[in-house]
């Protein structure tokens, strides 16, 4: 078990007093973790680096809902 | 059959017929359950946002926003537009459902907490199933009924035998391929009305002419939809929004993860868009039949704008697409319950060691058993409206528990089950003693929330290696397989 892997089983036990143990993750560490999966420890887990799928997305798609309901507040002002 | 040309009928029967002849095709690559139930986890990205689309977007939504608009105005978008701030959240989630590498959620509520409650959550989405299929039929063939005049009976049996066909014969795989087809038509029926109809009432103006201010405003203020409503509805969505049963097959059977966030994401955003078209449709039908429907009978004004405004051939057009959603939601639907109920019921408790084409062929009758329990929903249903607030409403009891489950390691069976007791004890009670739906709705969220904390707390934990397993299937992203090899964790092949 490397010093990383340890880490992340520490910082699981630490918040749910149980003892997964995760197994290290390339792809995790280079953006693909889960942003709903670590929630509760997000405090300590956070960066951009970790989560750049999750948080790029995320926003990305809050965009979508404004311009959604932008259309559909500008259609009923049309011919008003 | 009376109201329609020979043209329309021309146009409907060869739909039907190539439709039908496509999904018989593609369903000879079916091989086995996983190719039947997740179309082996190999869909692109299109393939994954026509799904997402047409399996979340019905011909009775169409029916049910129209319906809804036309007596209410623009806010009766928000019978479909609760979800639009759960959107965001389907990418976040769609990972999450892929990662599991579950074929169905009760799959996750046994892996996760225990086999009771994978028996329980069988149960309630097999009910749910019905429920949905029996609203999706009764729907469009009230709307075909007012355009044909075609006995509603006969549309029920003659579009079920349809997607029975379709869904048996060829699993997840048949229905997805077709879903391009479905996807195009459903942009059609969302928007094909509304040209002639702004054409009919003068244009954009003619509506501000003939309709009161207030029939244009998204806020909700109406007594039928107040903004308390609304918002309880969007937070109904998004808490109930993991637990819907055909969810993990829609989100989880892409190729890969991005291929999930993508198709589950923007699929559904293409939805939203097309709600627009409908809540615009009832505008307008709201000018052309003036008091024509009362509330009981709104829903039908769909049906009578189609046969009033469309020409022939494009009213043939219509129903095909009408036919078409229902063929490709039902057929969804149908596939992920009798997945459900081999897997999660069958397989493991009642024969746990046949062949797999044994599992097929046990898919397939239960495929056409849960039709017919759908059948029975149709005959029996309330309006489109509240059916569709029926399952908003107890599916997200049902999605408490499994959202504690994803973030909170230490919830466990007993809490789970505390809540979904507790939080469907009172939401009964508030039903017996006629409160209102947004009450309803708070009132048992709340509990339920309250009681999975609560009693996951003072009971003991899941066991270590139970948690062990499922938190290293979400910590382990699709193609890093080898580290669930690491710790002998087998998952169904990638």
Known sequence: MNVEESKIISETQKSSDVAPAIPRSKLEEEGHSLLIVDLLRLARTFSYRRYRLDVIGFLLAWLWVVLLLALGYWITRIGA | ?494
């Open chain 2, 1 to 494: 059959m009376g109201g329609l040309s020979k043209l329309d009928l021309a146009v409907v029967f060869a739909y039907l017929a190539g439709i039908t002849a496509f999904g018989l095709y593609v369903s000879r690559r079916v091989k086995d359950t996983e190719g039947f139930f997740m179309g082996n986890r190999r869909f692109g990205k299109s393939l994954m946002v026509a799904q997402a689309l047409t399996t979340g977007t019905r011909a009775d939504y169409a029916i049910g926003v129209v319906g809804a608009s036309y007596e209410i105005g623009m806010a009766g978008i928000w019978y479909q537009w609760m979800y639009i701030f759960s959107t965001p959240f389907f990418w976040l989630l769609s990972p999450i459902f892929r990662r599991m590498r579950y074929t169905t959620t009760a799959d996750f509520f046994e892996e996760r907490f225990s086999k009771s409650l994978g028996v329980g959550y069988s149960f309630f989405a097999l009910y749910l199933f019905m429920l949905w299929q029996g609203t999706i039929i009764k729907g469009a063939a009230l709307t075909i009924a007012g355009i044909t005049g075609v006995q509603e009976t006969w549309i029920i049996w003659g579009v079920t035998a349809l997607f029975v066909l379709f869904g048996v014969a060829g699993g997840l795989v048949a229905t997805v391929n077709t879903d391009f087809i479905q996807g195009i038509f459903i942009i059609i029926l969302s928007f094909m009305l509304i040209p002639f109809g702004l054409n009919a009432v003068g244009g954009f103006s003619g509506l501000h002419d003939r309709l009161a201010p207030q029939m244009f405003s998204l806020i909700a203020g109406t007594q039928e939809l107040s903004l308390f409503h609304v918002m309880m509805l969007v937070i109904s969505g998004l808490v109930g929004i993991v637990a819907q049963p055909h969810h993990m097959a829609v989100a989880g059977s892409g190729k890969t993860e991005m291929n999930c966030r993508i198709g589950w994401c923007y699929g559904n955003f293409i939805k939203r868009l097309c709600t627009i078209g409908w809540a615009l449709t009832g505008l307008i039908a709201a000018v052309l039949f003036v008091g024509a429907y009362d509330h009981k009978g709104r829903e039908l004004v769909f049906g009578a704008m189609i046969k009033q405004l469309l020409p022939s051939g494009l009213i043939g057009l219509m129903i095909a697409a009408i036919i078409g959603t229902v063929i490709a939601s039902c057929a969804a639907f149908m596939v992920s319950g009798s997945a459900l109920f081999t897997r999660n019921l069958y397989k493991k408790y009642l024969k746990p060691a046949a062949e797999d084409a044994h599992y097929l062929l046990v898919g397939r009758i239960v495929s056409a058993a849960l039709t017919v329990g759908s059948l029975l929903f149709a005959l029996y249903m309330p309006s489109v409206i509240q059916a569709t607030l029926i399952f908003v409403k107890t599916v997200a009891l049902v999605g408490v528990p499994m959202w504690a489950g994803i973030v909170w390691a230490r919830a466990n069976s007993s809490g789970a089950w505390a809540s979904l007791v507790g939080s469907t004890t009172v939401f009964l009670t508030a039903w017996i003693l006629r409160w209102t739906e947004a009450w309803q709705m708070l009132a048992s969220l709340l509990v339920g929330v309250a009681l999975v904390i609560v009693v996951s707390m003072v009971t003991r934990p899941e066991p270590a290696d139970r948690l062990r397993r499922f938190f290293t299937l979400l910590h382990t992203p699709v193609g890093e397989e080898k580290n669930l090899e690491r710790v002998e964790l087998k998952v169904a092949a990638d």
